[in-house]
């Protein structure tokens, strides 16, 4: 994705999608509030970088039922690749893109960053691992997905887009208005329906829960399916389509989502002194090869 700079892939790394994101959702503790910031949040928006505004015209463009439903067909069979969670983590390492390899972090710092502060904070075994794997789906890079299918914050498709999406204008060049069907709030879905049946737009998330879902405990497993649905966890948005159960967990999903967005930090983490802590923990509850 690199020297070229084919227009299906805007960002020059996938970081540059997570900065905006950290700068979007500010840190609660700074004492945010969602109404009497939401014209501080359009502002950010509208200054965002024209990479990252292009990013989000294509996700919400392309991020339609169709295809979701043909990327879950494409990838959900896992018939791709047998890795450990280690070699997962080695290949995203390989994902060339035009960040700076002096300063900027690898992949698998990034990702041992997030673990070691749900560590330091004193969490349960399966919350560290979890920081560890959660961006794991990001592979789907290295198979020539575009950033828009991979990364990008998360939404529900087949029924109406909430207006507390960022770019929501974007929608407006998106198929699935032209489907009546998809149009109303609860769309294609029974109202409280549950998350688990509900099409969200395709991406990272939701083809690590998948390669996961028979290893981890649930509240992991929330965690990873949803840390980008940001107009639910952040905004309130969709509880229409929640049942109770899903209300409940996503309890986890907002513990988890501080550790994912403020934990990085210009300190590189010493890869070979921590990986026997990780490979024991990976040990713990995963086996020697997943299908990818
Ligand atoms: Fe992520
Ligand atoms: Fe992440």
């Known amino acids: 994705m690199s020297t070229d700079s084919n227009n299906s892939n805007p960002l ?3 970081e540059e999608w997570e900065e905006f994101v950290e700068g979007r959702y500010p840190e609660p503790a700074q004492g945010f509030t969602p109404e009497r910031d939401a014209a501080a949040f359009r502002d950010y928006e509208n200054t965002a970088r024209s990479s990252v505004r292009e990013f989000y ?23 791709r690749e047998r890795m450990s969670i280690w070699e997962a983590m080695e290949f995203l390492n390989t994902l060339v893109d035009d960040s700076d390899p002096d300063t900027d972090l690898t992949q698998i710092e990034h990702l041992l960053q997030t673990a070691e502060a749900i560590r330091q904070d004193g969490h349960p075994r399966w919350f560290i691992l979890t920081g560890l794997i959660h961006d794991l789906g990001k592979i789907l890079c290295l198979w ?5 299918a991979v990364v990008g914050d998360t939404f529900p498709v087949g029924c109406a887009f909430s207006d507390k999406i960022v770019f929501p204008e974007f929608f407006a060049e998106n198929p699935d208005n032209a489907v009546p069907a998809y149009s109303t709030s609860d769309g294609i ?4 329906a549950g998350l688990d049946r509900v099409l969200l737009s395709w991406g990272h998330d939701e083809y690590m829960y998948h ?12 965690m990873i399916r949803y840390h980008s649905f940001y107009a639910a966890h952040r905004e309130g948005a969709y509880e229409h389509l929640m049942n109770g159960h899903d209300k409940e967990m996503f309890a986890w999903v ?10 990085k930090s210009p300190v590189r983490p010493d890869v070979a002194q921590l990986k026997p802590f990780y490979q024991s923990l990976i040990d713990e509850y995963f086996p020697a090869k997943l299908a990818w």
Request: hydrophobic share 30%.
């Open 57 to 79: 015209r294509l996700n919400h463009r392309y991020q339609c039922v169709d295809f979701v439903r043909a990327k879950r067909e494409e990838f959900l069979g896992l018939s």
């Open 189 to 192: 879905y029974e109202p409280g």
């Open 254 to 263: 907002r513990a988890f989502n501080p550790y994912d967005l403020y934990s």
């Open 211 to 222: 390669v996961c879902k028979d290893y981890l405990p649930e509240p992991a497993l929330y």
């Open 12 to 14: 020059q790394s996938l």
């Open 144 to 148: 020539g997905e575009p950033q828009w």
